[in-house]
């Protein structure tokens, strides 16, 4: 169980996104034609240079062991499907081997995968110095989806796997991948505390453990690099931010710094970064050389926090219903049609609305999580919030496309859903609402209203108090299940620069693709419920996806989630108590 009173940090991301993993060999076939041996891909440890030299900021000390090593992949790519059942389930993984049309698959060793951050204790690091004395020996978590380049000039152009793994505690599923004939990075950026090294020459050995050479067939080839430690001091800080973050090009910093990882609103007032822009306050890079390729994450959602990865879909729970009902048709949409969306419209639609028989949005809530107690500020003196994160996703097998139209002079946009054929023609749309400006400090943008409700039940689950947050920025912040059907591994607007518009204009796209969430933390404005007046006693956070069902969606019986809490305490000291969620246990 996790108490909390004050404000407090949403989650603490178990290691995320990291370095080099291997493929697998020798793997029972999971089809009569893959019976035979399917030849592994070959996996390596590879340094990209014998020497690099790390930077210790005198207003941020600690070293980021950006060492520069690689985990590469040859013959075919790596692949694992990490997933879990429900809340209640322990996360499982799974490696996906492809030879050409052949595919085979085999389950990991039970436990050892336990969340969606990536491979626990993949890396040995020891590190010497000049003296020969070891000052650092620990071991690390690899990420597959860490930024990545290829290494022969024959490898496809382009990955196609996720760019991080996800963190949100209510990931439901994820696809970790290095391509074949790429070269993952081992370094965790964000996700990798920082060491203690003085200004020096060490020698850095960095190693496969024994567990994942033996269970992925990686030859014990350990890397050995140079590291020279230089402090760098407060003149140079403004040019090194700079610099280390235009470099961080292998993982969409420029776009998605505030990508997915928890959140909305909060910390709108503070300048905001060109990842999700006006929802999330600027954070500076972690320390690194401006080539490492390994700047944060993508998945950071509405908020002021870190990333938080990719992750995949709620395993299948129509399986009962596949035996009477088989593929897709009038009624139904089991993804078996996909329906991808075309680019904004330069016109609000014309002719007679119309909800055709396509594959639709499947809009589900997470569990709310990162919640606090907080007092009222200044607008709101004497009185006790409870704040929480919230996020709703797309489970499938369409994106949910939204468009605004705004008439001359007029303050609020009509709002349109939008459906489309396999072939991304569009075959219908319908009225869904409206859109409003925000015109407040740090939100700046387009609301599209009705998306979904938060509510605080009582124990008899009975309604006692709603939030104010009735109207969002739709944006792919968080990776909650890349397992879906037509889930998109690599969603356009994973930040608020890509969507939502601005004062003036004329009409607004807003899409959320299948696979991805859109998180908003509890630092925003409207991300809280007013407790003051409430008795002590056990209640529950409800989050609601589409609470007026005036969005078409394959199924309307999933949408609502709710989170149990415990209030307590006294007026201006009121605490909560958050009991686990099943085997999750985020507060």
């Keep these: ?48 240079s014998g020497s690099v030299t790390l930077d210790s900021w005198k207003d941020d000390p600690g070293v980021y062991l950006d060492l520069g090593t690689y985990l590469t992949a040859g013959n075919s790519p790596f692949e694992l499907r990490v997933t879990r059942k429900s809340y209640k389930d322990p996360v499982v993984a799974t490696q996906v081997i492809r030879q050409g049309k052949k595919t085979v698959t085999r389950k990991l060793p039970a436990g050892l995968v336990k969340d969606f951050s990536g491979l626990p204790g993949f890396l040995q690091v020891t590190v010497k110095n000049a003296a020969g004395r070891t000052v650092l020996n620990r071991t690390e978590s690899f990420c597959p989806n860490n930024a990545s380049g290829r290494i022969r000039p024959d490898a496809p152009s382009i990955s196609k796997y996720p760019e991080s793994c996800p963190v949100n505690p209510f990931t439901l599923g994820s696809v970790w991948g290095v391509e074949n004939g790429w070269a993952s990075n081992t370094y965790s950026g964000y996700y990798s505390e920082p060491v203690a090294l003085a ?7 960095v190693s496969v453990t024994k567990r994942y050479r033996d269970l992925f067939k990686i030859a014990d080839k350990p890397q050995t690099v140079k590291v020279t430690v230089r402090e760098r001091g407060d003149e140079e800080a403004g040019a090194g931010v700079a610099s280390r973050s235009a470099g961080a090009h292998g993982s969409h910093t420029a776009g998605h710094a505030a990508g997915h990882s928890s959140g909305h609103e909060a910390g709108h007032e503070a300048a905001q970064p060109s990842g999700h822009a006006g929802h999330v306050a600027p954070r500076s890079p972690a320390p690194a050389s401006s080539t490492n390729g390994a700047g944060p994450a993508y998945n950071v959602g509405h908020g002021p926090h870190a990333p938080a990865p990719a992750a995949l879909p709620w395993a299948l729970k129509r399986q009962s219903l596949r035996a009477a009902q088989v593929g897709d048709g009038p009624g139904r949409t089991d993804g078996s049609r996909q329906a991808p969306a075309a680019q904004p419209l330069a ?3 014309t002719g007679k609305a119309k909800v055709p028989n396509v594959p639709k949005p499947d809009l589900r809530s997470l569990p709310a999580y990162g919640i606090t107690v907080s007092e009222g500020d ?14 709703v996703w797309n489970a499938g097998p369409a994106q949910l496309v939204v468009d605004g139209f705004r008439a001359p002079g007029k303050e609020l946009m009509d709002a349109y859903q939008y459906f489309y054929d396999a072939s991304g023609k569009q075959v219908g749309y319908t009225p869904t609402g409206t859109m409003e400006w925000d015109p407040r400090p740090g939100h700046e943008h387009w609301h599209f209203t009705d998306f979904a409700s938060y509510r605080l039940l009582k124990a008899d689950r009975k309604e006692t108090v709603r939030s104010g947050k009735e109207a969002f920025c739709l944006a792919n912040t968080d990776a909650v299940d890349y397992t879906v059907k037509n889930a998109n591994w690599h969603p356009d607007n994973t930040d608020l620069s890509t969507a939502c518009g601005q004062e003036n204009s004329i009409s607004v796209r807003e899409v959320l693709d299948v696979g991805s969430g859109d998180t908003y933390t509890q630092d925003l404005p409207g991300q809280s419920f ?21 969005l ?4 309307l019986t999933n949408n609502s989630a709710l989170r149990k809490v415990v209030l307590g305490g006294k007026p201006g000291a009121r605490t909560v108590t958050v009991p686990a969620h099943g085997l999750v246990d985020a507060g």
């Design 552 to 555: 078409k969606e394959t199924d």
């Design 530 to 550: 007013d407790i003051t007046g409430l008795a002590n006693g056990t209640y529950y956070i409800q989050v609601l996806a589409n609470p007026e069902k005036r």
């Design 378 to 391: 200044g607008s709101a003196p004497g009185k006790d919030f409870l704040a929480f994160s919230a996020n």
């Design 347 to 349: 016109k609000r639609p």
């Design 199 to 205: 200004v020096g020459k060490y020698t850095a050995k």
């Design 1 to 48: 169980m996790t108490t909390t009173t004050p404000r407090s940090r949403l989650w603490r991301p178990a290691v995320a996104a990291g370095a080099a993993i291997a493929v697998i060999a020798g793997v029972a076939a999971a089809s009569p034609e893959g019976r035979k041996a399917v030849p592994p891909a070959q996996l390596g440890l590879i340094a990209a």
